[in-house]
């Protein structure tokens, strides 16, 4: 777990070096490009705390509503949104009324297509995941859009880093 640890701290540095446009540095000749693991499995072991926090978003999180909802968890890097998430994520109470689920990590280099295929990817049952690799914008938007009009689906988009990839993900394709 320290392990684990330290290397998402430094995948969190290295992050905040690309923020404030420090660039060059090489590690064996290599530029470093950050990359953040998640262990799910970790998570249930190790938490501890925060039993009303869960509990308000377990509420939260099943409120029927015919309208898709967004929750967000927000603050400075470190505080463990991620974990949270993971913990909400992985719930018996969150995971049984759900059909479907996606986990996409987005972090600063924001690629629409591919969150979106991502997403799409894991909604879909196996054997029609291979299908995705090929579409573009306009049918992933309405794979997206009918996979959720069939299935109750939860999405975590984890790591997003600004508010305009935020607007460019729920932007709709119009003909």
């Not at 049984?96 to 924001?110: G, K, L, M, N, R």
Request: charge should be negative; glycine fraction near 6%; hydrophobic fraction near 40%.
């Amino acid at each position: 777990m320290e392990i684990n640890g330290i290397k998402a701290n430094l995948a969190d540095i290295q992050q905040s070096l690309l923020t404030f446009g420090i660039t060059g540095l090489e590690q064996a000749g290599e530029t470093v490009v950050p990359q953040r693991i998640f262990y799910f499995h970790d998570v249930e072991k190790y938490f501890v705390g925060m039993e009303k926090e869960i509990d308000q978003l377990i509420s939260d999180l099943m409120k029927k509503d015919e309208n898709y909802e967004v929750n967000s968890l927000w603050g400075m890097g470190g505080q463990g949104k991620t974990t949270l998430a993971q913990k909400l994520y992985n719930h018996v109470k969150i995971r049984d009324p759900f059909e479907a689920f996606a986990w996409v990590c987005i972090s600063q280099q924001f690629d629409r297509e591919k969150v979106l295929k991502g997403i799409l990817k894991q909604l879909l049952p196996h054997d029609r995941k291979g299908e995705v690799s090929d579409m573009e914008d306009p049918d992933l938007v309405d794979g997206l859009r009918k996979v959720q009009l069939e299935k109750m689906c939860l999405i975590v988009i984890d790591d997003i880093w600004n508010v305009d990839s935020w607007k460019m993900l729920i932007l709709t394709h119009h003909s």
